[in-house]
């Protein structure tokens, strides 16, 4: 069975670099089985897509945060990690990351997604 779980700092000044973590295990990440992507939902919001990584490693982000976001692969360690630069306090959100067996870019209904995580709660605040 398949389990994702998001992890890293629940708190994050402004203007620092977010990084977080999701560990998958039951499959492997460099299988050609799922896309892994990252998802938020701020407080009081929808769901809102990040951005995506292939199991061959292509990457794809929101246009409005691919100049901030970087998601990469560990293969050693079965993860796909999330930096952001230059967070602000709006983006106080819960962090989830989810794999789909199909590539849609920009999907933000849960129903699409095989696997979601609990999702991190990340807090940006001085």
């Known amino acids: 069975q398949v389990q994702v779980q998001e992890s890293g700092p629940g708190l994050v000044k402004p203007w620092q670099t977010l990084s977080l973590t999701c560990t998958v295990s039951g499959v492997s990440i460099a299988t050609g089985l799922y896309y892994w992507s990252w998802i938020r939902q701020s407080p009081g919001k929808g769901l809102e897509w990040m951005g995506v990584i292939s199991y061959s490693g292509s990457t794809y982000y929101a246009p409005h945060l691919k100049s901030r976001t970087s998601i990469a692969r560990d293969l050693s360690k079965n993860q796909i990690t999330l930096q952001l630069l230059s967070v602000a306090p709006e983006e106080t959100a819960v962090y989830y990351c989810?794999?789909?067996?199909?590539?849609?870019?920009?999907?933000?209904?849960?129903?699409?997604?095989?696997?979601w995580g609990k999702g991190t709660l990340v807090t940006v605040s001085s």
């Open positions: 989810a794999a789909s067996k199909r590539l849609i870019l920009g999907a933000t209904t849960r129903d699409l997604y095989d696997y």
